[in-house]
Each structure stands twice: as structure tokens, then as C-alpha cells.
């Protein structure tokens, strides 16, 4: 059985940083593209950011230059570091594949930006 636990959330202000992880069990990771997820309230999940299997990434245009995804396939782990943090940033983030399996969402990780 699939589970995907996100983590690192957190309150923070605006123009700092957070890492997030996501810890993926019953996925086959390495050979999988994932990605991290954003849902605003009354909207569907969006993609925040994707990391190919052999190392692509690929971003929002809203978080370009802010956001760097990467992975470890050693320790089936993703992570999202988030810098020069906006109070539009704040909402729930999730990891999936991509594209998303809807059995794999997990809790999220919620991060609050905010003087």
C-alpha cells in the first residue's frame, strides 16, 4: 500500500525559507516522476514542482526562482526547498507522482507565511 507523508511545514516570514520532505513507501520512487502539489481553498490541487527520474525539474511559473525541488531515490524521499517566501504561499503542499494517483494523497504539510 502506497503512503506518501509530507513534513516540514511550518509558520514563517515573509522572505524566509523552509524545506519540505516527503517520505514515499509502496511507490515505486526511482521510477517515477514526483512532484509537489498546492491546493488553495475552492481550487484543485496544482502543481507546484516535478523531478524527473533522472534528475529534471520543472516548476510553476509562481515559484520559479524561489522553489528548487530534488530527491533522493536512495531513501525514496522528495524534498521542495521554498525561499523568498510570499504570503500567497501559504496552503497545504502534498507530493504525488505525476501525474497524480489519487490513492497517494496524503496529509500535506501545511506552511503559514506571516509577519
Known amino acids: 500500500q502506497a503512503e506518501l507523508v509530507e513534513s516540514g511545514g511550518g509558520l514563517v516570514q515573509p522572505g524566509g525559507s523552509l524545506t519540505l520532505s516527503c517520505a514515499a513507501s509502496g511507490v515505486d520512487f526511482s521510477a517515477n516522476t514526483m512532484a509537489w502539489y498546492r491546493q488553495f481553498p475552492g481550487s484543485q490541487r496544482a502543481l507546484v514542482a516535478a523531478?524527473?527520474?533522472?534528475?529534471?525539474?520543472s516548476y510553476a511559473d509562481s515559484v520559479k526562482g524561489r522553489f528548487i525541488i530534488s530527491r533522493d531515490n536512495a531513501k525514496n524521499t522528495l524534498f521542495l526547498y521554498m525561499s523568498d517566501l510570499q504570503t500567497a504561499d501559504t496552503v497545504v503542499y502534498y507530493c504525488n507522482i505525476k501525474p497524480f494517483t489519487e490513492a497517494f494523497w496524503g496529509q500535506g504539510t501545511r506552511v503559514t507565511v506571516s509577519s
Open positions: 523531478a524527473g527520474k533522472y534528475g529534471s525539474a
